[in-house]
């Protein structure tokens, strides 16, 4: 059983910047591909960004591709996602998840075995 705890969620403006962190309670951390999602008022959970177990291997969605980054910190079993030129589209809760089964990481939900409780990032003016 792994529990996830995400952090790093506000209130801000268009064109800012905002760090996510995701805590892991798993000693066995790096095995797990990682990813976050996000879920936006009325719509469907989506995938934001993902991360293989090494960490060598990451992946992004089209919409935030080029303004995201994904990296993670064995030593301390975390895994963040820095927002840059963030537009209001980003508003969404934001969600952490670990996959044993698909180690490399994944673009789909359902590969994933584990979950955060979300937080939630609005970006207004």
């Known amino acids: 059983q792994v529990h996830l705890v995400e952090s790093g969620g506000g209130l801000v403006q268009p064109g800012d910047s905002l760090r996510l962190s995701c805590a892991a309670s798993?000693?066995?951390?790096?095995?797990?591909?990682m990813g976050w999602f996000r879920q936006g008022p009325g719509k469907e959970r989506e995938f934001v960004a993902t991360i293989s177990g090494s960490g060598g291997r990451v992946d992004f969605a089209d919409s935030v591709e080029g303004r995201f980054t994904i990296w993670r910190d064995h030593a301390k079993n975390m895994m963040y996602v820095q927002m840059n030129s963030l537009k209001p589209e980003d508003t969404a809760v934001y969600y952490c998840a670990a996959s044993y089964r698909y180690r490399s990481g994944s673009r789909e939900p359902n590969d994933y075995d584990y979950w955060g409780q979300g937080t939630q990032v609005t970006v207004s003016s």
């Open positions: 798993e000693r066995t951390f790096s095995i797990y591909g």
